[in-house]
C-alpha cells in the first residue's frame, strides 16, 4: 500500500499536516477488495472557517506577487507530477477502482492543465474603454476573486480537483478544497502535498477533510469564500447554486448528464460501436460524459446492436490492478446496488437484456438492454454504471427528439458518414458538449467544458476559467475637472 495512505491522511490547514478534531473517522476503503487505505478524523466547523481565513490572509500577497514568480510554481508541480506518476497512478487505482489505463489517462489530462495553468498566470489583461465625458480615462482593471472554495466528486478525483485547483491559484487567488469523503487522497492531500513541495507559500491551499454531517452547510456559508466550484450530482449540485446565490456569491456548477450518441443510417456502424462501447463503459461508466442513451437508425440497428453486443462480451471485468481489466469497481456498495437495480427495473418495464451482468460485491459486470420504453424514468436520468441502454428511431426528426427528451444537457455524439449532416444534427441538440463521428467523453484545457438545463450553470477551461476566477473593476481617472449641475 502507497505510504501516501499513512503520510496523506489528515488536514492541510495553513501550511500545517495536522489530525482534525472532529468526533469520527472518515473511513476510507478500497472499493474492489474493501481493504482499509486509512483513517481520517474529520474537520470541524472551527477547522474549515480556519482554513478560509488562512486563505484569506495568505491571497493578498500571493495576488501582489509577480506573475512570473507564480507561474515557477506550477512549472514544477507539472515536473512532480511526472516524476511521481506511478505512485499517483497506485493511489487513483486503489481508492477510485479504476484500472491504470483510466488513471494514465486521468494524469495525462491533468498534465495538461497544468501545462495551461502556467499560461493562465500571464493572461490577464486590463483595458482602457473610451468615455463620453472630455478627459476621463476608464481602466478596466482584471483582478482574483479572492478565496475560491472548491468541492470535488469521486470519479476523477485528481483531474477535476485540479482544474479548479491549479487555475484558480495561477490567478492569483487562495484555496480550500474539500475532497469527495472516497477519495479523500486522490482528489485532496495529494494535491496539497505536489504543491508544498513545488513551494506553494503556506496557506494558499487547504485541504479539509469532512462530511456534510459534521458542517452542514458552513463550506459554502462562510462569508471569505466569493467563487464556490462544484462537481458533482444535480440534487447537490442545485444545493450548492441555492446556498451560494443566497450569500451573493459566484458558483460554477458542472454536474451530471444523461448524453445521448445517435447512430444515423450513413454512419461506419463498425467505427460507431467502438466509440460507442468506450463512450458507454469507460471507468465503469462513471464519467458524467458517459453515452447513457444509445440512439440507433433503425435501418442499421441489428447490425449495430449485434456488434455493440460481441464487444462489450470482451471487456474484462475484475481487478482494477490486473492489466487487462477493463471494468473495474464501482465507488461503494450503494452505487452497485443502485445499477443492479436499475437493470432490473428496466427489465421489469419491457427491456431485453442482450447482455446481463453479474453483480459481486461492488464488481458490478456489464450489461446491455434494448427497447427500454421511451417513457421509462431510467432514460431520463443519469445511471452512473456499466449498463447501456439502446433504442431505435426512424429518421433525424426522431432521433432529435429522442435526444432532447431529457433535462440534462451535458455532451453527446452523433455518427454519420456526412459531417456537415453530422454539424447540422449536433447543433439542433441541447447541449453543452456534442461530438461529430467521436465519443462523448473529451476534455480539453482551452475549449469550454459545461452544460445546459440540469448539468450545470457556467464553463471552466481557457477563457473561461479566466472568467471563472476573476473579477474585473473599472477605475475612473478624469484629467482635467468635471462640472456638476449642482
Given at each position: 500500500?502507497?505510504s501516501?495512505?499513512?503520510?496523506?491522511?489528515?488536514?492541510?490547514?495553513?501550511?500545517?499536516?495536522?489530525?482534525?478534531?472532529?468526533?469520527?473517522?472518515?473511513?476510507?476503503?478500497?472499493?474492489?477488495?474493501?481493504?482499509?487505505?486509512?483513517?481520517?478524523?474529520?474537520a470541524?466547523?472551527?477547522?474549515?472557517?480556519e482554513?478560509?481565513?488562512?486563505?484569506?490572509?495568505?491571497q493578498?500577497?500571493?495576488?501582489?506577487?509577480?506573475?512570473?514568480?507564480?507561474?515557477?510554481?506550477?512549472?514544477?508541480?507539472?515536473?512532480?507530477?511526472?516524476?511521481?506518476?506511478?505512485?499517483?497512478?497506485?493511489?487513483?487505482?486503489?481508492?477510485?477502482?479504476?484500472?491504470?489505463?483510466?488513471?494514465?489517462?486521468?494524469?495525462?489530462?491533468?498534465?495538461?492543465?497544468?501545462?495551461?495553468?502556467?499560461?493562465?498566470?500571464?493572461?490577464?489583461?486590463?483595458r482602457?474603454?473610451?468615455?463620453?465625458?472630455?478627459?476621463?480615462?476608464?481602466?478596466?482593471?482584471?483582478?482574483?476573486?479572492?478565496?475560491?472554495?472548491?468541492?470535488?466528486?469521486?470519479?476523477?478525483?485528481?483531474?477535476?480537483?485540479?482544474?479548479?485547483?491549479?487555475?484558480?491559484?495561477?490567478?492569483?487567488?487562495?484555496?480550500?478544497?474539500?475532497?469527495?469523503?472516497?477519495?479523500?487522497?486522490a482528489?485532496?492531500?495529494?494535491?496539497?502535498?505536489?504543491?508544498?513541495?513545488?513551494?506553494?507559500?503556506?496557506?494558499?491551499l487547504?485541504?479539509?477533510?469532512?462530511?456534510?454531517?459534521?458542517?452542514?452547510?458552513?463550506?459554502?456559508?462562510?462569508?471569505?469564500?466569493?467563487?464556490?466550484?462544484?462537481?458533482?450530482?444535480?440534487?447537490v449540485?442545485?444545493?450548492?447554486?441555492?446556498?451560494?446565490?443566497?450569500?451573493?456569491?459566484r458558483?460554477?456548477?458542472?454536474?451530471?448528464?444523461?448524453?445521448?450518441?445517435?447512430?444515423?443510417?450513413?454512419?461506419?456502424?463498425?467505427?460507431?460501436?467502438?466509440?460507442?462501447?468506450?463512450?458507454?463503459?469507460?471507468?465503469?461508466?462513471?464519467?458524467?460524459m458517459?453515452?447513457?442513451?444509445?440512439?440507433?437508425?433503425?435501418?442499421v440497428?441489428?447490425?449495430?446492436?449485434?456488434?455493440?453486443?460481441?464487444?462489450?462480451?470482451?471487456?474484462?471485468?475484475?481487478?482494477?490492478?490486473?492489466?487487462?481489466?477493463?471494468?473495474?469497481?464501482?465507488?461503494?456498495?450503494?452505487?452497485?446496488?443502485?445499477?443492479?437495480?436499475?437493470?432490473?427495473?428496466?427489465?421489469?418495464?419491457?427491456?431485453?437484456?442482450?447482455?446481463?451482468?453479474?453483480?459481486?460485491?461492488?464488481?458490478?459486470?456489464?450489461?446491455?438492454?434494448?427497447?427500454?420504453?421511451?417513457?421509462?424514468?431510467?432514460?431520463?436520468?443519469?445511471?452512473?454504471?456499466?449498463?447501456?441502454?439502446?433504442?431505435t428511431?426512424?429518421?433525424?426528426?426522431?432521433?432529435?427528439?429522442?435526444?432532447?427528451?431529457?433535462?440534462?444537457?451535458?455532451?453527446?455524439?452523433?455518427?454519420?458518414?456526412?459531417?456537415?449532416?453530422?454539424?447540422?444534427?449536433?447543433?439542433?441538440?441541447?447541449?453543452?458538449?456534442?461530438?461529430?463521428?467521436?465519443?462523448?467523453?473529451?476534455?480539453?484545457?482551452?475549449?469550454?467544458?459545461?452544460?445546459?438545463?440540469?448539468?450545470?450553470?457556467?464553463?471552466?477551461?481557457?477563457?473561461?476559467?479566466?472568467?471563472?476566477?476573476?473579477?474585473?473593476?473599472?477605475?475612473?481617472?478624469?484629467?482635467?475637472?468635471?462640472?456638476?449641475?449642482?
Open positions: 500500500m502507497s501516501y495512505f499513512t503520510d496523506l491522511a489528515q488536514q492541510y490547514i495553513d501550511g500545517k499536516w495536522r489530525p482534525g478534531t472532529g468526533s469520527w473517522d472518515i473511513i476510507d476503503f478500497n472499493p474492489y477488495d474493501g481493504e482499509k487505505l486509512a483513517a481520517i478524523t474529520i470541524t466547523v472551527d477547522e474549515v472557517d482554513a478560509y481565513r488562512a486563505a484569506a490572509r495568505a493578498k500577497e500571493w495576488a501582489a506577487t509577480n506573475a512570473y514568480a507564480r507561474r515557477s510554481v506550477f512549472e514544477k508541480v507539472l515536473r512532480l507530477v511526472e516524476e511521481r506518476e506511478a505512485e499517483i497512478s497506485e493511489v487513483l487505482v486503489a481508492e477510485a477502482g479504476g484500472t491504470f489505463g483510466k488513471a494514465a489517462f486521468e494524469l495525462h489530462l491533468a498534465k495538461e492543465f497544468l501545462r495551461e495553468s502556467i499560461h493562465l498566470s500571464l493572461r490577464p489583461e486590463g482602457i474603454i473610451p468615455s463620453p465625458i472630455d478627459g476621463k480615462e476608464n481602466r478596466v482593471y482584471r483582478e482574483p476573486v479572492g478565496v475560491v472554495g472548491v468541492i470535488s466528486p469521486f470519479n476523477v478525483p485528481f483531474l477535476l480537483s485540479l482544474k479548479s485547483v491549479a487555475p484558480a491559484l495561477a490567478l492569483g487567488n487562495a484555496v480550500v478544497l474539500k475532497p469527495h469523503q472516497n477519495t479523500p487522497i482528489g485532496g492531500t495529494i494535491l496539497a502535498k505536489l504543491f508544498e513541495d513545488a513551494g506553494l507559500p503556506p496557506g494558499l487547504n485541504v479539509v477533510v469532512t462530511d456534510i454531517a459534521e458542517i452542514g452547510d458552513a463550506f459554502l456559508e462562510n462569508p471569505i469564500p466569493r467563487v464556490i466550484s462544484f462537481t458533482g450530482s444535480d440534487k449540485g442545485r444545493h450548492v447554486a441555492t446556498v451560494s446565490a443566497s450569500h451573493f456569491k458558483s460554477i456548477i458542472e454536474l451530471g448528464g444523461n448524453s445521448a450518441f445517435v447512430v444515423l443510417d450513413d454512419a461506419d456502424v463498425d467505427y460507431a460501436v467502438d466509440a460507442a462501447v468506450f463512450s458507454r463503459y469507460v471507468h465503469q461508466g462513471q464519467v458524467c458517459a453515452a447513457n442513451r444509445i440512439l440507433v437508425d433503425r435501418s440497428a441489428d447490425e449495430f446492436t449485434e456488434k455493440f453486443v460481441a464487444k462489450v462480451r470482451t471487456l474484462k471485468a475484475g481487478d482494477p490492478r490486473d492489466p487487462g481489466t477493463l471494468i473495474g469497481p464501482v465507488i461503494n456498495s450503494q452505487q452497485a446496488e443502485a445499477v443492479s437495480g436499475a437493470v432490473e427495473q428496466a427489465i421489469t418495464e419491457g427491456a431485453t437484456a442482450l447482455l446481463h451482468g453479474t453483480t459481486t460485491g461492488n464488481l458490478v459486470e456489464p450489461s446491455v438492454l434494448a427497447g427500454l420504453p421511451l417513457d421509462s424514468a431510467l432514460l431520463q436520468q443519469e445511471v452512473f454504471g456499466p449498463v447501456a441502454f439502446i433504442n428511431f426512424d429518421g433525424e426528426d426522431e432521433a432529435l427528439r429522442i435526444a432532447n427528451d431529457t433535462p440534462y444537457g451535458l455532451s453527446g455524439a452523433v455518427h454519420t458518414g456526412d459531417i456537415e449532416r453530422g454539424v447540422a444534427f449536433a447543433k439542433q441538440v441541447v447541449t453543452g458538449m456534442i461530438h461529430v463521428n467521436d465519443a462523448t467523453v473529451h476534455d480539453e484545457p482551452i475549449v469550454p467544458f459545461g452544460g445546459e438545463k440540469n448539468s450545470g450553470v457556467g464553463r471552466l477551461n481557457g477563457e473561461s476559467t479566466l472568467e471563472a476566477f476573476t473579477t474585473t473593476k473599472w477605475i475612473s481617472v478624469q484629467h482635467g475637472r468635471s462640472r456638476f449641475p449642482f
